[in-house]
């Protein structure tokens, strides 16, 4: 009979569903392969009952809910990759800059400019987003992830991004513990600008007399009058929650248990549908809720988890005051379910982005795995259009059908299954625009390929999708972003694996329209330098989830995870920035230009980073250090050291790799110096060696006199015209001049 009643638990110890013994802490539960001991804190129940929506999530989110995410759970020993990086001082990490061979502009883009900083032992940044000032094109704020701050931050630029100040932070929200990511910045008619983010917070609730803590997710908001340099106090826009129904009974089904957490927002502003003359705040994510059946065993001591099923549906919110106050959440896709157990029932959505036409209109896309489930078979794009302000949403349109890419690709640890989330824009028309990437079925050992459609019919019909990057390789290509300039015509970039054989190491790459997507310009790359995933964050795991371009009248802005700074020291994830204009390099003036070594030397600098270390090299070899100000300006004086004649190459850096190279013309140097000495020492043997006519050996005597004293005045210049050695140099030229015999 013991042994019948043991059983059932043992069979449901190994279904890998979770078991709570409400009688007991020490019992161990297994959750989806893992072992779980209920003498662990009640945050951490709470948070393994989300691990099925895990790898569903976005990557930040997707940490937090694997308790890897360190700014929420501890030590870098358990972040992202496990086993941390070797981020040094700055001193190795700007020495790590100068070595990059790069900063040289590409044919169509400037030079490429890091622009985040390092505020901690983590140098890693990702998910940048940029937003540019209808009032002033040259302003531009961007949003990103920062493993050094509880929060996102965002960095400034007034001058079209040559220069960037920052990190400025937001708060998240009051009753949060800390941030997850999907940073997205907005500018609205009047210069405002908008930042958010997903702000983690805890609900409590108790089962059977046991407490648990589980992580909710709120969409924090935050709003600032001065350009991005400060932040209010943010609002919560949507958050999850956490439902418990029923109550315990002797054996069986004895209630329900729902999850909540918000994913992926994304964030737009224009005109209101109901008073153009304002403009709304949208925000758009990815509800997802867990659900389970509990089931109480043996006289309602033992309970599990049973049946889980996994709700999505991409739900919006408003605002009409500035990000004051909310709606109430509306649905813009159907709620489409997930079973894990096999079941034809495979489906979820994700990664939903909303754009506001100019007249108010406004339309939310999404992902749909469809019913084979996700990261293989078929996958799904589609888009909702709300003629009413947000209030509510006409019926689902079915834009594409392609071959899903996988969760990485098959030459990268990084996740990129949200390059296959649609991005979208709107033009100065009301035209709208889709970027996605999805398999080409021509190509079986191609992972990815970017593809675009437009719709000129409030997206009541699209185009045929075309492929837009023009390689006749299988490299994968991912993360596209997309948007319109006020003149209507098209910008898209993406990161693109072409130019590795090895496929290791991605370059960013542009593509223009003119004609609304018909045609496109040849593929032009942006970097200057490219980046290796695992170089740039931990095991390669995380370089976001996307990449971010803007274009004004004049020009075209972008921003992406660059791990260039990573090829020569630990793991280094910076956000890059180029644009189409050129910017003006960094410089360097050297005062004097020219002279001799042992005395102090001039330099200034302009056009690099504010407000960042700098690092002096002379000849290949650091000398000293300083900071730039606000500006990016620097003075020193340093002592220009005793080399060779000639050119000496003066070298400056920051930390971010930015660097200028001017010379010093040594006029004599310790190479003179030997020469002369050589010189002399050779007639010295001539005429000691043979005999000569007594007119060859006064020739010979004159050339020796005439070359001890040019090695006198060059030791003497060399030297600075002071120093012991020098006079002990002086005396003995002296006297051997003394020893010569005289005409």
Do not use: C
Request: aromatic share 10%; no cysteine; glycine share 10%.
């Amino acid at each position: 009979m013991r042994t019948l009643a043991i059983l059932p638990l043992f069979l449901l110890l190994l279904s890998g569903l979770p078991v709570v013994w409400a009688e007991s802490e020490g019992s161990a539960s297994s959750v989806g392969g893992y072992s779980e001991f209920l003498d662990m804190s009640a945050i951490e129940r709470g948070r393994n009952l989300l691990l099925p929506m895990g790898n569903l999530l976005s990557g930040a989110s997707a940490f937090a809910v694997e308790g890897t995410d360190f700014r929420l759970f501890g030590s870098w020993s358990r972040s992202p990759g496990g086993s941390g990086t070797e981020s040094g001082s700055p001193i190795l990490q700007a020495a790590s800059a100068a070595l990059v061979p790069f900063r040289s502009p590409t044919q169509k883009f400037s030079r490429n400019v890091l622009l985040t900083r390092d505020y901690g032992q983590f140098p890693l940044q990702t998910e940048p987003s940029i937003a540019v000032n209808p009032k002033n094109p040259d302003h531009l704020v961007v949003g990103v992830i920062d493993y050094n701050f509880p929060n996102v931050v965002s960095y400034v630029t007034i001058d079209g991004g040559a220069t960037w100040e920052g990190p400025f932070q937001p708060r998240y929200l009051q009753k949060g513990i800390g941030a997850s990511g999907d940073p997205v910045v907005e500018f609205d008619r009047r210069g405002n600008v908008y930042i958010s983010s997903i702000s983690i917070g805890v609900q409590e609730f108790s089962i059977g007399g046991l407490a648990f803590q589980a992580l909710i997710s709120g969409i924090g908001v935050a709003s600032s009058a001065d350009g991005g340099f400060t932040w209010k106090e943010p609002t919560q826009s949507s958050t999850s929650t956490v439902k418990f129904q029923g109550a315990p009974v002797s054996q069986g089904i004895g209630g329900s248990l729902s999850l909540g957490f918000l994913d992926k927002p994304w964030m737009s502003a224009g005109p209101s549908r109901s008073d153009p003359s304002k403009d709304s705040v949208y925000v758009t994510y990815t509800s997802f809720v867990q659900k389970y059946d509990i089931a109480y065993l043996l006289n309602g001591t033992i309970y599990q988890f049973v049946n889980p099923v996994l709700q999505t549906t991409i739900e919006m919110v408003k605002s009409d005051d500035g990000g004051q106050t909310w709606s109430k959440p509306i649905a813009a896709s159907p709620t489409v379910r997930r079973d894990f157990t096999g079941a034809a029932n495979q489906r979820i959505v994700q990664g939903s982005q909303s754009a506001v036409a100019p007249d108010g209109t406004v339309y939310v896309s999404w992902f749909d795995s469809a019913d084979d489930g996700e990261f293989k078979g078929l996958g799904e794009v589609w888009i909702a259009r709300s003629d009413d302000g947000g209030a509510s949403f006409s019926s689902p349109i079915l834009v594409d059908t392609r071959s899903e890419i996988a969760f990485s690709p098959r030459s990268a640890n990084f996740r990129a299954w949200g390059a296959a989330f649609p991005q979208i824009a709107v033009g100065p028309d009301g035209q709208v625009s889709l970027v996605y990437v999805a398999r080409p079925d021509v190509r079986p050992t191609d992972d990815g390929d970017v593809f675009f459609t437009a719709s000129s019919d409030n997206g009541e019909s699209w185009s045929h999708p075309k492929r837009v990057n023009d390689d006749d390789t299988s490299s994968f290509q991912f993360f596209p972003a997309v948007t319109y300039d006020p003149k209507g015509s098209i910008h898209l970039m993406w990161g693109d694996f072409r130019d590795d054989r090895n496929e290791k190491s991605y370059n960013i790459y542009y593509a223009k329209s003119a004609d609304g997507g018909k045609t496109w310009t040849e593929n032009s790359r942006v970097t200057d330098f490219p980046s290796n995933p695992n170089r740039a964050f931990p095991g390669g795991r995380f370089i976001g989830d996307y990449f971010s371009i803007k274009a004004s009248e004049k020009d075209v802005y972008m921003v992406w995870a660059d791990g260039r700074l990573g090829e020569f020291g630990g793991s280094n994830q910076k956000i890059a920035y180029a644009r189409a204009s050129l910017m003006p390099s960094p410089s360097i003036f050297v005062n004097p230009p020219r002279g001799t070594g042992g005395r102090d030397v001039q330099i200034q600098g302009f056009n690099f980073q504010p407000n960042l270390e700098i690092f002096l090299e002379v000849s290949g070899a650091v000398v000293t250090s300083s900071r730039t100000d606000k500006d990016g300006r620097f003075a020193l004086r340093i002592f220009m050291p005793i080399a060779g004649e000639g050119s000496q190459q003066i070298t400056v850096f920051d930390a971010s790799g930015n660097a200028a190279t001017a010379s010093f013309f040594m006029d004599v140097g310790f190479n003179t110096i030997n020469q002369q000495l050589n010189q002399a020492l050779d007639l010295i043997r001539n005429l000691t060696s043979q005999p000569a006519a007594p007119t060859s050996n006064s020739t010979s005597l004159d050339q020796l006199r005439d070359q001890l004293s040019s090695l006198n005045t060059s030791i003497w210049i060399a030297t600075g015209l002071s120093g012991a050695a020098a006079v002990l140099a002086t005396i003995a030229i002296i006297l051997v001049l003394k020893r010569l015999p005289r005409k």
